[in-house]
């Protein structure tokens, strides 16, 4: 054996010897209490009797009365349920039960009681600041309704009428809201992030200040609307229809304009949004769009994709669009007088009678585009 298993074996037996030791003396111990209880028991039983009568009475008496106590108090609580039962259910909502009380139309009554009301005629009706979180109000007649701050949020309005209706600082933020009818609806200052608006209908709406940051609006009609100043920020405009919309002084980094109809649109002074100023990376989207007489002045945008985009008489004199992508875009008789277009891409651009009088053109690939009475900063250009 080694000398680790000589230990080890030494220092098991020391152990099992210490507990033989305390078992024993723990067995002596109890022996002896035990004699002594059980003579104390048999030498003075009588007196012992007669204590526990005297001490243990009140005690059990006491028993007794808290038991009866506990009784009484099921009986109470019993009929206090009965009572209960009897009266009438009282909402807990004080609030929103005084706005039932004091509609007088039966599909706002329902509205507000089922936070739901499909298919329901609510024209005209006064809906504002009302809390609508998470309400169903598909396929319903809100026209001329006011909505002005009324919680939105999360709502389902598929296939609902709001036009002509107040919406003024609405929140529709992850509304579900595709074609969804918001002519000539007033939307200033709503918050409509990340609402599902698809396919909706805004010709003539007002947006004035809006947020739509990652809003879906694919193939929506946004026709003669007015977004100037809303914030678009990573909102998606895919084949919608945006003809004489006003989008001046707006945040649209992120944001995908491609296949767009964006004709006679408004588009000055646009920025990316302060989120995105140091981001080298962010790419705003124009991609087989029609900006066809756009205006486009004064916008300071990095990087834009414009290719394939149709830029026909588009105004885009004393723009920042550094490293822009103008490929197969078509800037016949475009206006870039003054624009700062520095390491730009015009390959196979069509820059027929486009004029870039005073632009900066430094690090461009101007002579890969298609030039033909092209007014650059160095004198007239055509093709050789």
């Not at 002896?32 to 209880?37: E, P």
């Not at 998470?134 to 026209?143: F, H």
């Amino acid at each position: 054996m080694t000398d680790n298993q000589i230990k080890l074996l030494l220092y098991s037996l020391g152990i099992i010897l210490i507990i033989w030791v305390a078992w024993k003396f723990l067995k002596f111990f109890v022996e002896i209490a035990w004699k002594g209880l059980c003579d104390m028991f048999h030498r003075y039983n009588p007196i012992l009797v007669i204590g526990y009568i005297f001490f243990l009475f009140p005690i059990a008496a006491c028993h007794i009365m808290i038991l009866g106590w506990l009784d009484e108090s099921d009986d109470i609580a019993i009929e206090s349920e009965e009572i209960e039962e009897d009266k009438p259910i009282t909402p807990i909502n004080e609030e929103l039960n005084l706005k039932i009380k004091a509609s007088k139309s039966k599909n706002v009554k329902k509205l507000l009681a089922l936070n739901a009301c499909d298919g329901c005629d609510l024209s005209g009706e006064n809906l504002s600041k009302f809390e609508l979180r998470d309400a169903s109000i598909q396929n319903a007649d809100l026209s001329r309704a006011n909505l002005s701050s009324t919680e939105l949020f999360s709502a389902t309005l598929f296939k609902s009428n709001l036009n002509n209706a107040n919406l003024e600082g609405v929140d529709l933020t992850f509304a579900d809201c595709r074609e969804v009818q918001f002519k000539n609806a007033n939307l200033r200052y709503g918050d409509l992030n990340e609402a599902n608006l698809e396919n909706a209908n805004f010709e003539n709406a007002n947006l004035e200040g809006a947020s739509l940051e990652y809003a879906n609006l694919n193939g929506a009609n946004l026709e003669n609307a007015n977004l100037e100043g809303a914030f678009l920020s990573g909102a998606s405009f895919e084949k919608a229809i945006l003809i004489n919309a006003n989008l001046s002084s707006s945040e649209i980094g992120l944001a995908n304009f491609n296949s767009a109809n964006l004709h006679k649109a408004k588009l000055n002074s646009l920025k990316v949004g302060w989120r995105y100023e140091n981001n080298s990376s962010i790419l705003t989207s124009f991609k087989n769009a029609d900006l066809s007489e756009v205006e486009f002045m004064q916008s300071n945008l990095t990087r834009v994709k414009f290719e394939g985009a149709n830029l026909n008489k588009a105004n885009f004199s004393g723009s920042d669009l550094p490293q822009s992508n103008f490929t197969n875009s078509n800037l016949s008789k475009a206006n870039l007088t003054g624009a700062i277009l520095s390491n730009a891409n015009f390959t196979n651009a069509n820059l027929e009678d486009a004029n870039f009088t005073d632009s900066n053109l430094r690090d461009t690939n101007i002579n890969e585009a298609i030039l033909s009475n092209t007014i650059t900063p160095w004198g007239i250009e055509n093709e050789n």
